[in-house]
């Protein structure tokens, strides 16, 4: 039972209780009670517990509000804030309330900083390895193929070939995923030439992606633009693997108010599904720069991802 239900039953018992007391106890308005007296006091008794049941009403709204904004709150989703209304316990609630989102969102913002940080560092790691040891291995498997090979007679050597092709696949897979792990192309390249050979990545026989980049993209700083690509691999990831896509347009603005990536497929949309893993993991990127990241589905079909960065303060102004 909500608190408003259980403070007007509670007045509602008592203004019950001392009507009663007025009709059938000693003190009444007359002895015994008249039908107009009765159907007065009666009408009173009403009155009073209409009158009362506005005020509460009215003095628990507040109340109302801050149950539901606590029930739907989503830190992923940062920003939204309470109206500092009511008197002034409720209105107390309200601006502790307030008090402890920015809080949590500031810790949620420093533990997701350092826990994207250990994971791009443990990318680098893993994809050092698989070019170090596992590439260099498959390298010298392939050259020794190459000698057994040369020396074998020609039914064996059909097989080997069969095998050296096998093993060269598997090389070029092992770097694509290197590669995926630890963007180097952005940091030699920038960030427009890296969607665009992400774009040429995710291209294969049933999917076609189309990039489209601005050539006066301002300085956004290596986070930003790590978000920036992170945020477009995970979008034609959905894209590629769950979508059922066949054309995905990637675009990248230079806005006025920052610079603006978009992701649309033609695939099957959303549908309703619950955020998975990947999409959350795009607004916890989103949160390290200030981004604003919508997802949702595309006009015509389809679903569309959108990551707004601002443009940094010191950026606008050496500018």
């Known amino acids: 039972m909500s608190l408003f239900w259980r403070i007007f039953l509670l007045n509602a018992v008592v203004l019950a ?17 008249l039908l107009t007296e009765a159907l007065i006091l009666t009408c009173g008794l009403s009155a009073m ?11 628990l709204a507040p109340l109302d509000r801050l149950s539901r904004t606590m029930g739907t709150i989503d830190l992923l989703r940062p920003g939204h804030r ?3 209304t009511g008197h002034d316990g409720i209105a107390e609630l309200i601006r502790t309330f307030n008090t402890m989102l920015d809080r949590l969102e500031a810790e949620r913002a420093t533990s997701s900083a350092r826990a994207l940080s250990a994971q791009e560092a443990e990318r680098r790691r893993i994809a050092q390895e698989l070019h170090d040891e596992i590439g260099q291995t498959l390298t ?3 050259l020794e193929l190459k000698r057994v090979a040369d020396q074998a007679p020609p039914p064996v050597r059909d097989q080997v070939h069969q095998v050296q092709e096998t093993t060269r696949n598997s090389l070029d897979e092992i770097r694509r995923i290197a590669r995926r792990l630890r963007p180097g192309v952005l940091a030699e390249l920038g960030l427009a030439s890296a969607l665009k050979a992400l774009a040429g990545e995710f291209s294969t026989a049933g999917l076609t992606v189309r990039p489209s980049v601005d050539n006066d993209l301002p300085e956004l700083g290596e986070e930003a633009e790590l978000v920036l690509y992170r945020v477009a691999q995970e979008a034609l990831t959905n894209s590629a693997r769950h979508a059922d896509a066949r054309h995905v347009a990637l675009t990248l603005r ?3 108010d920052g610079v603006e990536l978009c992701i649309r497929d033609d695939g099957r949309g959303l549908r309703d599904a619950a955020e998975g893993a990947g999409i959350r993991g795009m607004r916890e990127r989103a949160l390290l720069v200030g981004a604003d990241l919508t997802v949702g589905p595309a006009r015509g079909g389809g679903s569309q991802v959108r990551l707004l960065v601002p443009i940094r303060q010191e950026a606008i102004a050496d500018g």
């Open 254 to 256: 230079h806005r006025p």
């Open 82 to 84: 309470l109206a500092v």
């Open 49 to 59: 517990l209409v009158a009362n049941g506005l005020l509460l009403r009215i003095g």
């Open 17 to 33: 209780v001392a009507l009663a007391l007025l009709m059938l106890g000693p003190v009444t308005v007359s002895t015994p009670v």
């Open 140 to 142: 010298a498997v392939l």
